[in-house]
């Protein structure tokens, strides 16, 4: 029998849901298998300074005490496994750190065992075969990284995850003043935790409608996906290229998007 990999996203792009890594590296280790996480949309968002920010209901969720000297501003922002205090664990192969994200520039890191990188670099033909960073590439990371660790970005991530729960608790009572019901679902949005929101909208046309409604806008870019829920409603992702503030979040859920279209009803595919 072959060796197992696994391999999962710490957050997905898709729906912003987050991996139960704890149980998805715990079954792992209980059959032998090995887990690649790759922490695209983990990095500079999640670390080991707001784990209480992987759960929806932020008040509620475990709070992790910080040993010794640990300052509360540093460690911060290395993505998801840092958050769960899981880069140790014995059935961790690596994990993949991009920078096209939140560090804003381009390439990757893998981070695994000294015999995991030796491997790679002598047998890994994209690493083989291609040309290596740019100096400017290469500062630009150690800035970002900088930024991400410092206090600065613990202050970014505390501001960006008060816009998240603003977004939901704002776009949540809009809702219910307009009397949407969405099928098998207490709210219209995913249970995401993550700034990535997706929005589950009744009907293929209604969704696609309202796609296009986003685009018209110069301040957002929003991508319509047809991804049918038992035939009832479809998912629109909502992504902000420029909600740095309350008055663009809100502006979001105020904007061409007419909720009151769906009128107080379910709605049918």
Known sequence: RGNVLILVESVYSMDGDVAPLQRILDVAASR??????????????????????????NENAPRRKLKGNSMPNRGG????????????HPSLLCSVHTFGKAAGCHGAVIAASETTVDYLINYARPFVYSTSPPPHALITIRCAYETILSGVGEDRRKKLFGLVRLFRKSLDDKV????????????????????????????????????????TG???????????????????????????YENDTLGIINSNFDLEKLGPQTGEA
């Open 77 to 88: 922002g290395t993505g998801v496994l840092a958050a769960l205090n899981l880069e140790r």
């Open 176 to 215: 219910k003043r307009t009397g949407i019901q969405i099928p098998y679902q207490s709210s219209m949005l995913l249970p995401s935790p993550s700034p990535i929101q997706a929005l589950l909208i009744p009907g293929n046309g209604f969704a696609l409608t309202s796609a296009l409604d986003f685009l």
């Open 218 to 244: 110069l301040m957002y870019t929003q991508y319509g996906a047809r991804q049918s829920v038992d035939g009832l409603v479809d998912s629109l992702i909502a992504l902000s290229k420029q909600s740095n």
């Open 32 to 57: 032998g298998a090995s887990v690649v996480v790759d922490e695209a949309h983990g990095l500079g968002i999640y670390g080991r300074t707001n784990a209480e920010d992987l759960y929806i209901d």
